[in-house]
């Protein structure tokens, strides 16, 4: 088992800044994966950006590229992700997810384990 705790969202009025935080424990030696997602008003949760946890390589949303950054801090067990330059459509629960064997780093069908989700929102 591994547990997500997310921090970091609140409100920001449009062209602000956020860091959001995800702080996992129990089993993280067997985390593989770890991603963000984000789920709207009346739409589905979709991808926003993830790391492959032994390289650090990582992807985004082309929604988001250029504007978040996803880093970590592996003696902390935290993964941080910096959003920058927000818009309103930015506005939702955000998530953090950790996938033990991913297949596909985009699909939240890979995440074994989820955090309990924190709310942005942007004002315009």
């Known amino acids: 088992q591994v547990q997500l705790v997310e921090s970091g969202g609140g409100l920001v009025q449009a062209g602000g800044s956020l860091r959001l935080s995800c702080a996992a424990s129990?089993?993280?030696?067997?985390?593989?994966?770890m991603g963000w997602f984000r789920q709207a008003p009346g739409k589905e949760r979709e991808f926003v950006g993830s790391?492959?946890?032994?390289?650090?390589?990582?992807y985004y949303a082309d929604s988001v590229k250029g504007r978040f950054t996803i880093s970590r801090d592996n003696a902390k067990n935290t993964v941080y992700m910096q959003m920058n330059s927000l818009k309103p459509e930015d506005t939702a629960v955000y998530y953090c997810a950790s996938g033990i064997s991913v297949r596909n780093i985009r699909a939240q069908g890979s995440y074994d384990f989820w955090g309990q989700g924190t709310q942005v929102t942007v004002s315009s």
């Open positions: 129990g089993r993280t030696f067997s985390i593989d994966a």
């Open positions: 790391l492959w946890w032994s390289s650090g390589i990582r």
